[in-house]
């Protein structure tokens, strides 16, 4: 049974473009968490999506956006790049136990 | 801001016992206590977690106190592989509840030979 897998592993953009991180849940799970983990801290809250809709959305500006399929894989996009979105981006996936499994995270580096 | 306070690092020496301390003293009575833990540059893994009961894994055992304020995660015989990030974390269940993980700075456990 794969757990939770994302893509790419790592990425290299320059300032302005625009990303796509993808995100693959554990099997039998509905609900899809993004976070954001800056160099040297935890893991900080970006949104999350459950049935297609963005349930909760943490301290974001709305460069930052996603979708949910129907398969309930999941998309990030974050639009005008900052250097500051330079991090390790990451995808948690929950089912009916309301653990959040963590994959291994899209390490995004802005230049 | 993280509803748990941490010690910022721990040594511990291969094959001895791990006692991570986390003391959460606002926690409320839908909230269960949760531990991940973070190797380098990988994503948290999931340890265990409880509401009031002791509760034991393969990884670890997590001991929780009477008032709930604070707890324990026990790592009976650790070896270097377990050298890590670990996060403690606060979250209710049930509906209503989104279960967004709020990470602190956890504790930064090396383990040595």
């Known amino acids: 049974d794969a757990g939770v897998t994302q893509s790419p592993t790592h990425l290299i953009k320059t300032r302005g473009q625009q990303v796509t991180l993808r995100c693959s849940p554990k099997s039998g799970h509905d609900t899809v968490s993004w976070y954001q983990q800056a160099l040297g801290q935890g893991p900080q809250f970006i949104f999350q999506y459950y049935e297609e809709e963005e349930r909760q959305r943490g301290n974001f500006p709305d460069r930052f956006s996603g979708h949910q399929f129907p398969n309930y894989s999941s998309e990030l996009n974050v639009n005008a790049l900052l250097l500051g979105d330079s991090a390790l981006y990451l995808c948690?996936?929950?089912?009916?136990?309301?653990?959040?499994?963590f994959g291994p995270g899209t390490r995004l580096l802005v230049l | 801001d993280a509803k748990t306070t941490q010690p910022p690092s721990m040594d511990c020496a291969e094959g001895r016992a791990a006692n991570l301390p986390c003391n959460h003293s606002t926690i409320s009575g839908n909230e269960y206590v949760y531990w991940y833990r973070q190797i380098h540059s990988q994503g948290p893994q999931y340890i265990i977690h409880g509401l009031k009961n002791n509760e034991t894994n393969e990884m670890a055992s997590l001991i929780i106190t009477e008032d709930r304020k604070s707890s324990t995660l026990i790592l009976p015989h650790a070896t270097l592989r377990d050298t890590a990030v670990y996060y403690c974390?606060?979250?209710?269940?049930?509906?209503?509840?989104?279960?967004?993980?709020?990470f602190g700075q956890g504790t930064t456990l090396q383990v040595k030979p």
């Open positions: 948690a996936s929950t089912g009916g136990e309301e653990t959040q499994y």
């Open positions: 974390i606060v979250r209710a269940h049930g509906s209503g509840n989104t279960g967004k993980l709020i």
